[in-house]
């Protein structure tokens, strides 16, 4: 449970650095510039995906691990 | 807390719990799980358009997820994968077309409601039926894990044995068929998507089962992966036409993370009729919300 509480706490900390340092930027780039907006939108999504899918493996891994 | 772009005040403690929940059923059943997000969405005073962008964004970083871990398991074809996103993206194109002809017709709500509720409702009704009976002749057989068998397996056999060049051999799944079934499939499922909404994995998971013949934890697998391009794809058009909130699917997302993984890893502890008899609920909820908001004048 340790890892979990871990893991909410850096998700949290997370999306509210995200939202305070991405989301004026993000605001003006879809009123501006649709197209840029609409590739960043889908680069963003990803590279959070595929970094959280490490994060999320690894504490996998350790939950497992310690239940077997 | 403030979402700028689409001006809503929603709590991102919410939004990361109902990722979670979608990331659980993305993972076992290979669905993007839209008919849930979408209510979610707009209970919380997210407008339409946003609900169905932003989820669709929501959805490429949960399948980005759930496609990885389904990935290392080996339930993913990436070149059955990569055929039917070409499908797809012209079905989902036609079916928007489909939409807009509705639209100027004055009558696309009654129809897509008619069309959705006898979709799902034929789905769950086949599945159960299908499911049960491949249950109940294996009694005894059937082990936990990726083995798999389907009492309506001879019919997905008969359309393999159709040689309409050019046959596509697809070692992965233990499948070699016409090109132009598969295409036809994702076609379909294509023009679900983007006649009803979503990714229409309901549509597509069970297509790949009995049309195609591909065993049942590789097409929730390769239906992850193809979901990632064709809502890539969503996303983009959508977010050009000023329909996605970034940051909202961004929290979702963090629940989300967490559920894909719990919900591909679960899948090794059924077995395939299993999993299609679990997945039976989805099209119910599907039609049900459908249904209230048809009798209520409501949107969930």
Known sequence: MVELAIYAVLVIAYFFLVLHFLGGWLHQLELRHRYTYAGVAILLIIGQAVVLESVTTFLLRILRGRSE | ?300
């Open chain 2, 1 to 300: 807390m403030l979402f700028p772009i689409s001006g809503a005040h929603i709590s991102p403690i919410y939004l990361a719990v109902v990722g979670f929940l979608i990331g659980i059923l993305g993972g076992f059943f290979g669905v993007g799980g839209s008919f849930i997000a979408g209510p979610a969405l707009r209970a919380v005073g997210l407008d339409w358009n946003f609900a169905v962008g932003t989820d669709l964004a929501h959805i490429v970083g949960k399948s980005v997820v759930a496609a990885k871990r389904h990935r290392a398991l080996g339930n993913v074809d990436l070149k059955l994968g990569l055929i039917m996103a070409v499908g797809t993206i012209g079905g989902a194109e036609v079916g928007a077309q489909l939409i807009q002809m509705l639209k100027r017709a004055g009558n696309v709500n009654l129809v897509v409601s008619v069309v959705s509720i006898a979709v799902y409702l034929s789905i769950s009704t086949f599945m159960i039926w299908e499911s049960r009976k491949t249950l109940a002749s294996s009694k005894g057989r059937l082990q936990k894990g990726k083995r798999d068998h389907s009492e309506f397996g001879h019919v997905a056999h008969a359309i393999q044995r159709m040689k309409i060049w050019p046959m596509v051999k697809l070692p992965v799944s233990g499948v070699t068929i016409s090109l132009w079934v598969i295409l036809l499939v994702a076609f379909v499922g294509g023009l679900f998507s983007g006649f009803l909404g979503g990714g229409a994995g309901y549509i597509r998971m069970p297509s790949m089962v009995y049309v195609l013949g591909v065993p049942t934890h590789l097409a929730v697998g390769t239906d992850l992966f193809e979901i990632i391009i064709s809502a890539s794809y969503g996303t983009f058009t959508h977010a050009v036409k000023g329909n996605v909130d970034i940051l909202i699917a961004l929290v979702m997302h963090t629940g989300a993370a967490i559920g894909a993984q719990i919900g591909a890893i679960s899948t090794q502890y059924f077995a395939g009729p299993k999993i299609r008899l679990a997945f039976v609920p989805l099209p119910l909820i599907g039609a049900a919300i459908v249904i209230y908001t048809l009798l209520s004048g409501h949107k969930l």
